[in-house]
């Protein structure tokens, strides 16, 4: 038996939680090793020093005040059951209310947005510059950028646009 296993088995001999077999073990390891019996000897030190050499005795009518004290926390019981479960009662209710507004910000239907004119031409695969490459066939300076400017503008009536 090595000493740090010796060690634990004094441990357990002093609270009195060692078998029988276990415990010769240790004694015929006790009778070899001079550094295991120095242990032994201040645990049994430490443990007379803890250990009350007598036991008080118990005050007049201990028993009587410790059922009748037994008996109000028996009666105070079922309120304190109330106030334990209002409590995970109010927990629930906050994680309810949180799960559920989760659940209605994530799985609300989204409206569809309005597509950009850009996006629009991508999807329908369509030439951006189909309108603007009229424009910059015309032979006047002046007159293509007249054209430039109100098709920048956006404008979707082509009353109102420029026309040489």
Known sequence: MDCKKAERFLLRSLDGRLDHENRALLQAH????????KKDREYQMILSLVRPQTVPELLPY???RLLAKLKEKERT???LLWVKWAHRAVAFSLATFLLFGAGILFFQP?????LSRTERF???DENPLGEAGSILDQ???EDRNMMLIFASVG??????R???
């Not at 404008?155 to 109102?160: F, G, H, I, M």
């Open 30 to 37: 006790l009778e070899k090793c001079p550094s295991c019996q």
């Open 62 to 64: 201990f028993k009587e």
């Open 77 to 79: 019981a079922p309120a």
């Open 110 to 114: 989204q409206e569809p947005r309005e």
């Open 122 to 124: 991508l999807l329908q």
């Open 139 to 141: 032979k006047k300076a």
């Open 155 to 160: 404008d979707t009536d082509v009353s109102r």
């Open 162 to 164: 420029y026309r040489p």
